[in-house]
C-alpha cells in the first residue's frame, strides 16, 4: 500500500506491522531493490519504503544533500507516528540516512548504512562529476553501462540478464536533472567531521566487491561512529540485499533483534 508522507510530498509503500523501519533507495536504483527482502522484514517491523525525492511520485526539493536530508526527516516523522524508528539506506540512501542522523539527531533509534560512507576520495568525486557531465551532455543511456557496472561485478551481470534488463529500465527511469544534482552534491560531500555526532547504534556494512562506495569507505565511516559495528558481505557489490538477500537479511538480522537494541547498563 502507498502513503504520502511530508506534506504530501514524499511516496512510499508501507507493509507488515510493529516498529518503524524505514529503506531508503540507491542513486543508481529504486524502491524495487527492497522487494526481495520486504516480505521478511514485514513479518516483524512496519516496513515502509520511500521514493526519494525527485524519484517516482516523490518531488524533487532544491538545496542539495541537506534538503533532501531534511525533507526525509518529515517523511520519517509522519510515517514512524511518534515512534523511535529504525532506518537503512543504501548507497546514495545512506548517505541521505547520514545527514538526516547528523541534522536530526533524535529522529533515528538505528541506523543501517549499507554501501555508503562520509566521503568520497578524489576518483570517486571525479567518477559522480563525470557521470554528471556525460548526462547532461549525451543523456542517461550514455552511463547506463557505467551505472550498471557500480552496482554489480560482470560475472554477476552475465548470469543474471532478466535482473540487469530490469534494472537498466529502473535506471533510465530517473529524472537527469535529479540525477545530476545528486552527483554533484555526492563529489562535494564530506561529513567526516560530523560523524561524532550520531550517538544512536550503527551498522555499517558493505559488499566485498563494491566499487562505487568500495571498502575503505565504510572501515572509514565505522571508525568515526561512536557505537557503530562493522560487516563485510563476501562476494556482494554495492546492493547486497538484490544481489544476495538472504544473506543480506542474515547480516543485518541481529542488529534489528530487539534484544540487540536493548540499552546498555
Known amino acids: 500500500m502507498d502513503r504520502l508522507f511530508a506534506n504530501r510530498t514524499v511516496n512510499a509503500a508501507q507493509s507488515g506491522e510493529g516498529p518503524p523501519l524505514l529503506l ?21 517491523f512496519r516496513t515502509i519504503v520511500p521514493e526519494l525525492p525527485g524519484f517516482g511520485r516523490s518531488a524533487a526539493v532544491e538545496g542539495g544533500l541537506a534538503a533532501i536530508a531534511d525533507r526525509m526527516a518529515k517523511a520519517v516523522h509522519d510515517a514512524a507516528d511518534g515512534m523511535p524508528a529504525i532506518v537503512l539506506g543504501n548507497g546514495y540512501g545512506g548517505f541521505v540516512a547520514l545527514q538526516m542522523a547528523i541534522r536530526h ?9 549499507a554501501d555508503t560512507g562520509a566521503a568520497f576520495s578524489e576518483p570517486g568525486r571525479e567518477a559522480f562529476l563525470s557521470m554528471a557531465r556525460v548526462s547532461r551532455e549525451k543523456g542517461l543511456a550514455a552511463i547506463t553501462d557505467v551505472a550498471m557496472r557500480r552496482l554489480f561485478a560482470p560475472d554477476f551481470q552475465a548470469q543474471h540478464p532478466a535482473l540487469m534488463q530490469d534494472r537498466r529500465e529502473a535506471f533510465l527511469r530517473t ?7 545528486a552527483c554533484d552534491a555526492l563529489a562535494s560531500l564530506d561529513l567526516r567531521a560530523e560523524l561524532g555526532g550520531v550517538t544512536v547504534p550503527a551498522l555499517v556494512v558493505v559488499g566485498e566487491y563494491d566499487e562505487a562506495t568500495p571498502p575503505p569507505m565504510s572501515y572509514e565511516l565505522a571508525a568515526g561512529l561512536p557505537r557503530a559495528e562493522l560487516r563485510v558481505i563476501p562476494g556482494c557489490a554495492h546492493v547486497p540485499q538484490l544481489q544476495s538477500p538472504k544473506l543480506f537479511l542474515d547480516t543485518i538480522g541481529d542488529f534489528l533483534s530487539i ?4 540499552p546498555t547498563a
Not at 540507491?26 to 522484514?41: G, K, N, Q, T, W
Not at 534484544?259 to 536493548?262: I, R, S, T
Open 24 to 44: 531508503f533507495h540507491s542513486l543508481l536504483s529504486d524502491r524495487a531493490s527492497f522487494d526481495a527482502i520486504v516480505p521478511e522484514l514485514a513479518r516483524s
Open 259 to 262: 534484544k540487540h537494541a536493548a
Open 105 to 113: 539527531p533524535a529522529l533515528a533509534s538505528r541506523l543501517i548504512l
Open 175 to 181: 529524472d537527469p536533472d535529479v540525477f545530476c544534482a
